[in-house]
């Protein structure tokens, strides 16, 4: 399978083992029409190893295995994803490929196969779905990163990710810690923690190696500055960020070159990395209105923002799950001559900046993709600085080396 090719499921028991040359932590999450958990309880792994219909266990030959008997899957349940994250701190998915393959569970017989493709930073990872299509069901291979472990994805999905209490200040006997969210807490069959004496001050706790903090950047501490390949939510007080933002792309010419004619453009792909459309100075409007671009800056000259495309977040179409923002040289002239290259992304109605990413290197090749915003399955859309160089004069040419980068 490819990311976001679907089949349809001839077996109503089926298992997905996941396997990998490193030790992975797997599990499912029984997800309800608004793509939340209903509760800790629909959160399957290791040490909470079944909910109604599904179940977590070792596969024979290495690696994990998530079965659905979807006979079984409550009627408010819509899809259960299974999903993979390393189970040694601080690593990433470079270099390792993690299969999900999906059997009859029954007979064995295998159904399909999905390794996603280009991973690198990532710490955790979506790796299929299970869902009702239509009075049946179905597998889709996902490939969706995290850069922020298991946590990051729990968090998304609805499940409660407790961080380690702080210690009391002053050296009295502490409450009684309240119970950990199901699945947190240390495997079955450990004792129960113990409060310290009273005279003892508490030792501030050190997280269970089964409940790591989430560590996702968000917009609740004001404007964000990222480097190359970071991310940031765009979520502020909780709430997913669903209105219209703008992103600004400015240039200057290098301190002893001429004046530099850039174009920006933003390429629309839906959840199998296929271009929808593409916005740019001769196409100042796409989807309904729903993303509109400034126009053509021919200089590079002046104070500001060369060039902005304001993009309607509620209003994109739901086939819309990655914009990938980028800049390109029709006269050929290298990004080696460029100055001061930076995107921002700003609230539109407002005027406030969000996100910035400077652009600290310059290639002697002609385009470059500046950012991505890519939609999450719960909903709220992320933004990733790329910096990435590639050799194309227009967007046309940025279709593929784009899509890759999702």
Known sequence: MTPGSNLPLSAAR????????????????LLAADG??????????YNQPSAPGVTHSAAAGGGDTVTVDTAAVPEGIDKIVVTASLDTPGATFAGTEPTGTVRDADNGSVLASF??????????????????RDGGWKVRAVGQGYADGLAGIATDFGVSVEEPAAPAAAPQAPPAPPAPAAGWGPPTGAPAPVAPPPAAAPAAPAPAPSAPGTGKINLDK????????????????GRPMLSSVRMGLGWEPAFRGKSIDLDASVIAYGPDRKKVDNCFFGKLMILGGAIQHSGDNL??????DDEA???????????????????????????SEVAKAYCRLLDDRSGEEL????????????G??????????????????????????TVRGMTKPAAQAL
Do not use: C
Not at 14 to 29: E, I, K
Not at 374 to 391: C, H, I, K, N, P
């Open 299 to 304: 200089t590079g000259e002046g104070a500001g």
């Open 14 to 29: 089926v298992a997905v083992d996941v396997t990998a040359p490193v030790r992975l932590d797997v599990s499912g999450l």
């Open 115 to 132: 390794t996603p493709p280009r991973l690198g930073t990532e710490t955790a990872l979506v790796l299929v779905e299970i869902y009702r």
């Open 355 to 366: 996100v910035r990413f400077d652009l600290t290197h310059a290639e002697p090749r002609t």
């Open 36 to 45: 939340k958990v209903r509760s800790d309880d629909d959160f399957v792994f």
């Open 309 to 335: 495309i304001t993009v309607h977040l509620g209003g994109l179409p739901p086939e819309v799950t990655g914009l990938v923002f980028v800049v390109n040289s029709f006269s050929g002239q290298k990004f």
């Open 222 to 237: 004001g404007r964000v500055s990222l480097q190359k390949n970071q991310t940031v939510s765009l979520v502020k007080g």
């Open 368 to 393: 470059v993709m500046m950012a991505k915003l890519v939609r999450q399955y719960s909903g709220e859309w992320e933004m990733t600085a790329l910096g990435e160089f590639v050799d194309a004069r």
